[in-house]
């Protein structure tokens, strides 16, 4: 099944998601983009990337200001320490969209809206970290 994780930066308790610093992108992704680098940014000021982990694992992201989609995400836990480190380094958050999830660190906590921060599944944004909170099962 194909789904799209996203990544959203909230700042000072405020119910929309904030503008991201697109150079911690850059300094993200640029490393493991493999595809045309001649179209990694659009007109608009989008970004497209087809990124690969040193494991193979690989994952298109798209990404604009007010937020980042991951997708179709391999299951190789590489591409997801590429995803944890985006969110860690932007102080941001994981949605997980077939069941409704956000994840985040414990740095990304203290942004979000209030009625937010008591439903948020609070994880150490590793790799395997959130591989494991975004395919593996889920306790009950």
Do not use: N
């Not at 610093?21 to 608009?44: F, I, N, Q, S």
């Not at 906590?109 to 921060?117: G, N």
């Not at 494991?132 to 306790?139: D, E």
């Amino acid at each position: 099944m194909s789904y799209s994780p996203s990544i959203y930066r909230f700042a000072e308790g405020s119910d929309a998601p904030v503008p991201l610093d697109m150079d911690v992108v850059r300094a993200v992704l640029d490393p493991y983009d493999v595809g045309d680098r001649t179209l990694t940014a659009m007109e608009d000021g989008r970004l497209q990337y087809w990124v690969r982990a040193a494991d193979g694992s690989e994952a298109e992201i798209f990404v604009d200001e007010a937020g980042i989609r991951v997708e179709r995400p391999h299951s190789g836990s590489g591409v997801f320490a590429i995803v944890a480190e985006l969110a860690s380094r932007l102080d941001a958050v994981i949605f997980e969209p077939r069941e409704g999830v956000f994840l985040c660190g414990t740095e990304a906590h203290a942004q979000l809206p209030a009625d937010m921060r008591e439903e948020v599944v609070l994880i150490e944004m590793t790799g395997e970290a959130v591989k494991a909170a975004l395919i593996g099962p889920r306790p009950l």
